[in-house]
């Protein structure tokens, strides 16, 4: 782009990856601001995007142009970009401090970069104000280039990039992180390495800045001038938005994961409650609205989960330790993949048909792999492999035994 590219009453038109990756950025945004979940890390998290997209959004020709016009001061969008661009660095680095646990020498390098970021960007500010600024030219770093002025102020500002890259990748260098899972690992390295991509392009940056406003030699002249920095910049965005989102990617997968098993093990717990209502807690949701529901799924799956163990429990005082016997000798012929849930199944069909024939209450053993301190999604996965048995012809025809030998 030339500045001549830059005139005229059309300007240049944003493209459609432009505005989709803005649209994106602002559904994350908004999503993170209105979350209810206020722990440090999320906070930093929140304030890194919407200033990254307060940055990105001001950033494209279009936008600047209209936002100049509206406010009236030539090129003042471009400072405002840059603050918002030093922002989202110093909330990244806080984010980067607060993941890694880095202690107190995270803390005093956050510090120290604070200062340095706060210091160029009062020496930005006030360079803006000298630098000539004229409406019909739009970005003096174009058409003033070799302007002191000009110069010093790209200078500060790639100052800022720098020191914030270059902590980003001391911080994250200064840790292991082996106390971390494999996805959380790789997020971090492709933020590191996004960081390290970005040192490199504010050395061609400033290489560039320096060349052309001293008019010393510069060897990346011609076509590829542009596309050096160009490579350098979208590398680091793009490292850098990956491994920001793999994270929230692992969320909305694991809520998406829990909310599939919480609609599969309807079929148990309906099972279940019919065979023991008294376990149901408040009113029984109807099947369009757990289908169209996804809020607190989290809370819903563990309801969920408490009411078919509560059932359990509840059934298995049907089932005498003489049939618990014969369940384990049926579940030993059968040689079941996960034998105690195969118990577990087979127990529960022949208490539900114990409960159902009349049978006394016959005060056996709860037998359960449930605990209190069982995670959720592994609490379900069981109760599905549960479900799935139980839905097979061998419990019926397992539990249909056991009866027979209990009622003769």
């Excluded at 030339?2 to 005229?8: A, E, K, N, P, V």
């Excluded at 930005?124 to 104000?129: I, K, N, Q, S």
């Excluded at 970005?139 to 302007?147: I, L, N, V, Y």
Aim: hydrophobic residues 55%; aromatic residues 8%.
């Amino acid at each position: 782009m030339t500045c001549s590219d830059l005139t005229g009453t059309a300007g240049v038109a944003p493209s459609p990856l432009w505005i989709a990756s803005i649209a994106v950025l602002w559904l994350v945004t908004l999503r993170l601001l209105v979350s209810k979940r206020r722990t440090p890390r999320r906070r930093s998290i929140a304030f890194t995007f919407l200033f990254v997209t307060l940055a990105a959004t001001i950033s494209g020709y279009s936008a600047r142009r209209a936002f100049d016009a509206a406010i009236g001061v030539p090129d003042l969008s471009i400072l405002v970009g840059h603050v918002f661009a030093v922002l989202a660095v110093v909330a990244c680095l806080r984010l980067v401090v607060v993941v890694v646990e880095a202690g107190e020498t995270g803390w005093r390098l956050l510090r120290g970069a604070r200062w340095v970021l706060a210091s160029a960007l009062a020496g930005m500010a006030v360079l803006f104000v000298l630098i000539p600024r004229r409406a019909d030219h739009f970005d003096f770093g174009c058409w003033e280039a070799r302007s002191p002025l000009v110069v010093v102020y790209h200078l500060l500002f790639q100052v800022c990039l720098g020191t914030g890259f270059a902590a980003a990748v001391v911080l994250f260098g200064s840790r292991r992180l082996t106390a971390v899972g494999a996805w959380f690992k790789a997020s971090a390295l492709l933020i590191a390495a996004g960081c390290c991509f970005g040192v490199a392009y504010v050395g061609v940056r400033v290489w560039y800045v320096v060349a052309h406003g001293f008019d010393l030699p510069y060897p990346l002249e011609g076509p590829v001038r542009g596309l050096v920095p160009l490579v350098l910049l979208e590398s680091t965005i793009v490292l850098l938005g990956v491994g920001a989102l793999i994270p929230q990617a692992l969320r909305v997968g694991g809520l998406v994961g829990r909310l599939v098993r919480f609609h599969r093990l309807r079929a148990l717990w309906e099972a279940l409650s019919d065979a023991a209502p008294g376990n149901v807690l408040g009113p029984v949701p109807t099947r369009l609205a757990d289908l169209v529901s996804v809020v607190a799924i989290e809370r819903r799956l563990y309801r969920r989960v408490i009411e078919i163990r509560d059932a359990q429990w509840e059934l298995n005082g049907f089932v005498s330790a003489a049939m618990v016997e014969d369940a384990r000798r049926a579940v030993e012929s059968h040689r079941a993949a996960e034998p105690d849930l195969a118990l577990e199944a087979l127990l529960l069909e022949v208490a539900r048909q114990a409960k159902a024939g009349g049978l006394p209450h016959a005060g056996g053993d709860h037998v359960s792999s449930w605990s209190g301190e069982a995670d959720l999604d592994e609490e379900a996965r069981r109760l599905l492999v549960i479900q799935h048995v139980l839905a097979g012809p061998w419990a019926r025809e397992a539990s249909a035994a056991v009866m027979a030998v209990a009622s003769a």
